[in-house]
């Protein structure tokens, strides 16, 4: 099979991590018989120094006609001094928007070898973590009406969270179609007691639930969500929630897992249609330094395998790869808390694709 994929390098660590996947990427083909066809594109800081906008509508275009996009990270101090509607971050939510990514995925991995790097007690994860937090992505505060005003107390600011029923629906489907393959539980956050948006929030959740009878739904409010996420993780399956709320608790959940350097994530259109990135930032005080670690957005690689690809076989083959060579004892400089052989980003991209092989 012939697969177009955009690929949006992004800042920072950016492109020397996207390098490893397209690495792992070739060798899958190679593998198993597959064409992956690349088209770099420009967003974020880079595209502002190159057209002076962090998303050209030649990025836009060149992403919608393809297959997948697998992005690297956007921003860095160099373009802190922007205005916020002109920063790199903006390039992520107008691709989200531009691509209709509504549904993203976070899953929370403890990977055996790297148990030791979990922040909590050896008893509370004992026997392993699995996760994954569905957050909705393109509806929310982050995409409501927002502004500037005066009031009694002088100048303020708002944002406005707004969520449609069918905003709701369709991110609640999503998670309940992920339990269904998983553990068949749904935990839904929101903060009903106090926001109306999160009272419809509940209501509509609960609707779709009564098309899942075999999966069990809870409902828990976000600060106590937060709460029992470092008390009892391995209570949860699949996490759904807002933007916002879905934000906050899938970087606390990446934290438990020891390193935001191993976790992948995917932003889902309808038809399968994704976004793959790692969630860990730009890091720009060490790129270029042969230091960040590839994994997640290796991992990510994986995802768009699996989700928009249909090609789980390949998918599993990169997983698998991933975790023989931290068996081996192999760290990337993130992961060296415990110690282990210290390998680069180059070297940790040679490493996958050597044990697929």
Known sequence: MNYKIAVVPGDGIGPEVIEQALRVLDKIGDTYNHTFEYMKVLAGGAAIDTTGGCLPQETIDICKSSDAVLLGAVGGWKWDTLPGDERPERALLGLRKELGLFANLRPAILFEDLAQACPLKPEIISGGLDLVVVRELTGGIYFGEKGLKETDLGPAAYD????????????????????????????????????????????????VSKDYPEVELNNLYVDNTAMQMVLNPKQFDVIVTSNIFGDILSDEASQITGSIGMLPSASLAKGNFGMYEPVHGSAPDIAGQNKANPMATILSAAMMLRYTFGLSKEADAIEKAVKDVLAAGYRTPDLMANGGKEIGTKEAGDLIVDFIA
Do not use: H, P, Q
Not at 162 to 185: C, H, N, P, Q, T
Not at 186 to 206: C, G
């Open 160 to 207: 406005v969270e707004l969520y449609s029923e069918e905003e709701v629906r369709r991110i609640a489907v999503v998670a309940f179609d992920m339990a269904m393959k998983r553990g068949k539980k749904v935990t839904s956050v929101d903060k009903a007691n106090v926001l109306e948006s999160s009272r419809l929030w509940r209501r509509v959740v609960a609707e």
